[in-house]
C-alpha cells in the first residue's frame, strides 16, 4: 500500500545568470511568460494530485533556477492548489529558494504573503573576491543585510556557503565560518566546491582545492558547527533540533514526493510499488507538453525492490542517523543486511568509517569524508 504522507518539490527553471559551478537545470531567458508558466505548473502539479489522492501533504519546497524570480502570485496560487488537492500536515513546511540580490529581497515580505514560511539563501561567501569567481549577482554586503531581512521576515531562513574554492585556506574558509555563524538561526548549508561536467568551471578546467585542504575545511565546519549547536544531520547541512529541513529530510530518509516543472524528479509509490519519475528537462518543450497532455514526463520507471533498496541506502546514508532497519524493511520489503556485502560491511566498520548495530547502519564522521567509497563497499553487486 502507499505511504499516506508526500512531498511537493516545484521547479522553476529560470536565473538571472548562469552560476560557472551550476550543474542544476538552469536557464537564462530573455523573457517569461508568467501566466503561462502559472497555468502550466498548475495543470502539472493538478494531473500528479489526481494520481495521489487522499494523501496527507508533508511539505512544499520550491527549487531552481531561481525561484524568488518567480512571481508571488503564482507561488500563492501553487501553494493554494496543492493545500487543496492534498491535506496538508499541521504546521505546513514551505520553502523557497532565493538570492540575496537587492531586487530579489524586496519580494521577501509578498512571499510570506504568499504562504512562504522558510527561505533558503544562495549566499555562497562572505568576500566579494570569491563571490565574484563564483559568478554571484550579490556582493558580500547585500549577503549579509538579505539575511537579516530573512530573519525579521521569515519565522525559519537557512543560506548556503561554499568552500574548497582555488587558492582559498582553512583560514579563510574560518573567516567565512565566524560571519556565518554570527548571522545563522538553526540551519547551515555548507558544500564543497566541485567541479562538475557540462558547467563553465568544468569547460575552463578550474581546479577546486587539493583534497587535503578540503578535508581540513571540512573537519573544521563539522567541529565548529557542533559547538555551536548546529551538529550535521546530512553530509552537507547542519542544524540545532528541530530546525532540520523537514523536505529533505523525508525525501533522503526515502518518502514520496512528486516533483513538478521542467527537470523535477518524483518518486510515487502505489499498490504496484513505487515509480521513478523524471520531467522533460528543456522548459520550453516541458511548457508544451503541459499544455497538451498536463504534464511533462520524460521518464517513468517502476523500480525493482533491490533499486529501491540502492536509492535508499545511497540517500539514507548522507544522513548521520543512517538507515534504520525497520524502516528500510517497510520500504521495500528486503532485509537491510541482505542488501550489504558482508566483507564491504566488516571493512568499515573496522576502519571507524561506519556503525552498524540493531538499530541500522550509520556513517560515521570520518566516513562522509569517503562516502562514495563507503557506498562503494557496501552496495552488493
Given at each position: 500500500m502507499p505511504a499516506s504522507g508526500i512531498s511537493l518539490y516545484i521547479h522553476w527553471p529560470?536565473?538571472?545568470?548562469?552560476?560557472?559551478?551550476?550543474?542544476?537545470?538552469?536557464?537564462?531567458?530573455?523573457?517569461?511568460?508568467?501566466?503561462?508558466?502559472?497555468?502550466?505548473?498548475?495543470?502539472?502539479?493538478?494531473?500528479?494530485?489526481?494520481?495521489?489522492?487522499?494523501?496527507?501533504?508533508?511539505?512544499?519546497?520550491?527549487?531552481?533556477?531561481?525561484?524568488?524570480?518567480?512571481?508571488?502570485?503564482?507561488?500563492?496560487?501553487?501553494?493554494?492548489?496543492?493545500?487543496?488537492?492534498?491535506?496538508?500536515?499541521?504546521?505546513?513546511?514551505?520553502?523557497?529558494?532565493?538570492?540575496?540580490?537587492?531586487?530579489?529581497?524586496?519580494?521577501?515580505?509578498?512571499f510570506r504573503d504568499a504562504g512562504v514560511n522558510r527561505l533558503s539563501l544562495g549566499v555562497q561567501s562572505f568576500r566579494d573576491s570569491?563571490?565574484?569567481?563564483?559568478?554571484?549577482?550579490?556582493?558580500?554586503?547585500?549577503?549579509?543585510?538579505?539575511?537579516?531581512?530573512?530573519?525579521?521576515?521569515?519565522?525559519?531562513?537557512?543560506?548556503?556557503?561554499?568552500?574548497?574554492?582555488?587558492?582559498?585556506?582553512?583560514?579563510?574558509?574560518?573567516?567565512?565560518?565566524?560571519?556565518?555563524?554570527?548571522?545563522?538561526?538553526?540551519?547551515?548549508?555548507?558544500?564543497?566546491?566541485?567541479?562538475?561536467?557540462g558547467t563553465a568551471f568544468h569547460r575552463d578546467a578550474v581546479v577546486a582545492a587539493n583534497e587535503d585542504t578540503g578535508a581540513e575545511m571540512y573537519e573544521m565546519c563539522q567541529q565548529r558547527l557542533t559547538v555551536a549547536g548546529m551538529p550535521a544531520y546530512e553530509v552537507s547541512n547542519h542544524a540545532g533540533p528541530g530546525k532540520e529541513c523537514r523536505h529533505n529530510l523525508e525525501i533522503w530518509r526515502g518518502g514520496d514526493y512528486v516533483g513538478v516543472g521542467p527537470g523535477a524528479h518524483g518518486h510515487v509509490t502505489g499498490n504496484a510499488g513505487t515509480d521513478s519519475i523524471y520531467q522533460i528537462h528543456q522548459p520550453e518543450r516541458w511548457l508544451a507538453a503541459v499544455e497538451v497532455k498536463k504534464h511533462g514526463t520524460a521518464k517513468r520507471q517502476a523500480l525493482t525492490p533491490d533499486e529501491r533498496?540502492?536509492?535508499?541506502?545511497?540517500?539514507?546514508l548522507r544522513l548521520t542517523e543512517g538507515v534504520n532497519q525497520d524502516q528500510f524493511r517497510a520500504l521495500t520489503g528486503l532485509e537491510l543486511g541482505d542488501r550489504l556485502d558482508p566483507g564491504g560491511l566488516e571493512k568499515m566498520v573496522e576502519g571507524g568509517f561506519l556503525v552498524s548495530d540493531d538499530v541500522g547502519v550509520r556513517v560515521t564522521t570520518t566516513g562522509r569524508l569517503c562516502l562514495n567509497e563507503v557506498l562503494r563497499q557496501l552496495l552488493v553487486a
Open positions: 529560470f536565473c538571472a545568470s548562469k552560476c560557472p559551478y551550476c550543474d542544476f537545470n538552469s536557464h537564462v531567458a530573455d523573457s517569461v511568460d508568467h501566466h503561462r508558466w502559472r497555468r502550466g505548473l498548475l495543470a502539472e502539479l493538478g494531473y500528479f494530485a489526481n494520481e495521489t489522492k487522499g494523501r496527507q501533504l508533508t511539505s512544499i519546497f520550491f527549487g531552481g533556477g531561481t525561484p524568488s524570480l518567480m512571481e508571488p502570485e503564482t507561488t500563492a496560487a501553487l501553494i493554494e492548489a496543492a493545500k487543496t488537492h492534498w491535506q496538508p500536515v499541521d504546521g505546513l513546511e514551505i520553502t523557497l529558494e532565493a538570492n540575496p540580490s537587492t531586487a530579489e529581497t524586496k519580494r521577501f515580505q509578498a570569491y563571490l565574484g569567481f563564483l559568478g554571484r549577482g550579490h556582493s558580500a554586503a547585500e549577503a549579509m543585510d538579505a539575511i537579516r531581512l530573512a530573519a525579521a521576515t521569515f519565522s525559519r531562513f537557512s543560506f548556503d556557503l561554499i568552500y574548497g574554492l582555488p587558492g582559498q585556506t582553512a583560514d579563510d574558509f574560518g573567516q567565512d565560518l565566524d560571519q556565518a555563524l554570527q548571522l545563522a538561526r538553526g540551519h547551515l548549508s555548507v558544500y564543497q566546491l566541485t567541479i562538475e561536467p533498496a540502492e536509492e535508499i541506502l545511497m540517500t539514507g
